[in-house]
């Protein structure tokens, strides 16, 4: 009963909180099909100002902190990442007309991580003055990348398998050899078999593209630089004038923004199979529990913070809306972004700010955090 009391107090504050408030609100003007619109080039502005300042933060904290208490929280991250993946190939995949790849690419949305989210969850924290580890935002990259690597290897293995299947398939299929005038255009299974060894020896998945892909990317770029100012440089001074007390009200307004996507997003699920909402729904909940499983491990056996274990689960539950759904899009290029993209910003989003945050804050509450 405790815990149910906790998150329904959680819930009502999430409700009023500016957070979920300007989320919400930018999905009821959208419906009501308001003409607002908020330009591109601000929202890149704001998200690189969110994600330097959680970078930053991160930085500081590293550079006066002892590292060997990052080391479980961030092998945890990688753990999850890479898991999450999975449960998608095997969960999704699965169900009726859903393609494997396109299951594989959620899967890889849903284990890279948000950074609107997290931000949100960092703030929520803060309003409940629940005490965390100020490097924990860092643990961002520790799960996002190893994320959307797994899946574009795991989506391009499957797809050159498939290939490999439909040449053999086709060799063994009787050829008249009058549909061949020359003897040497006649094929032959040893010649296809080769052919097709060849084939996929040059589509093998090479990993450090993807990396640096992930990398170059803008949520990630502004995270990273902010991470390393903060450890290598002094920039205390503006970070308390400028970046931290923006952070807020910058985060409303890209709420905002998101609301109204997710609105528009809807339409695109109505395109793929209705079996993605409902992994939409589930599915951070699910991710949100290994982590959190996997927090407490390192909070009984580390001292991690149960604030941390909070931030874990939350970037766990949440999914990349900036730089995943371009880094997919150029790794698997045969899937469907109406799929991966509709799920994770039309329901997955507002299901873990709105529902994840609150739930595992007040999971960590009722376990006495």
Not at 54 to 63: D, E, M, S, V
Not at 128 to 142: C, D, I
Request: charged share 15%.
């Amino acid at each position: 009963m405790d815990f149910v009391s906790l998150f329904v107090k959680d819930f009502i504050a999430q409700l009023q909180s500016p957070t979920l408030a300007f989320l919400i609100g930018g999905m009821i003007i959208a419906a009501l099909g308001s003409e607002l619109v908020i330009p591109e080039s601000i929202c890149t502005i704001i998200v690189f100002m969110l994600l330097t300042k959680i970078g930053l933060t991160g930085g500081i904290a590293i550079r006066n902190s002892n590292l060997t208490e990052m080391v479980l929280p961030m092998i945890f991250a990688v753990i999850t990442g890479i898991t999450i993946v999975f449960i998608s190939r095997y969960t999704l995949a699965k169900l009726p007309k859903v393609k494997v790849v396109d299951a594989i690419a959620t899967g890889g949305l849903f284990g890279a991580v948000s950074g609107s989210t997290m931000a949100a969850g960092l703030t929520v924290l803060e309003e409940q003055k629940m005490a965390y580890e100020a490097w924990a935002g860092a643990l961002y990259p520790f799960m996002d990348i190893p994320a959307l690597v797994t899946a574009i290897v795991i989506a391009n293995i499957y797809l050159n398998n498939k290939k490999r299947k439909e040449a053999a398939y086709s060799t063994e299929q009787p050829v008249a050899a009058g549909d061949y005038p020359d003897q040497k255009d006649y094929p032959s299974t040893r010649q296809e078999y080769l052919s097709q060894q060849q084939d996929a020896g040059d589509n093998k998945v090479k990993i450090w593209p993807i990396i640096e892909e992930s990398l170059r990317g803008p949520a990630l770029s502004a995270m990273l630089l902010g991470l390393a100012l903060g450890l290598f440089t002094q920039p205390e001074s503006v970070y308390k004038g400028f970046y931290d007390p923006a952070f807020r009200g910058l985060l409303s307004i890209l709420m905002l923004v998101m609301g109204m996507e997710a609105w528009s997003r809807i339409g695109e699920l109505r395109k793929v199979a209705q079996w993605y909402v409902v992994y939409s729904v589930v599915a951070p909940f699910v991710h949100g529990l290994i982590a959190f499983g996997l927090g407490m491990i390192a909070h009984y056996t580390m001292n991690f913070s149960m604030g941390g274990v909070v931030i874990l689960a939350v970037i766990a539950s949440s999914s990349s809306d900036i730089s995943g759904p371009p880094t997919l899009r150029a790794g698997i290029p045969s899937a469907n972004p109406s799929a991966y993209i509709g799920a994770s910003t039309a329901v997955g989003t507002p299901v873990a700010i709105g529902l994840c945050i609150p739930f595992f804050l007040g999971l960590a509450q009722a376990l006495g955090g």
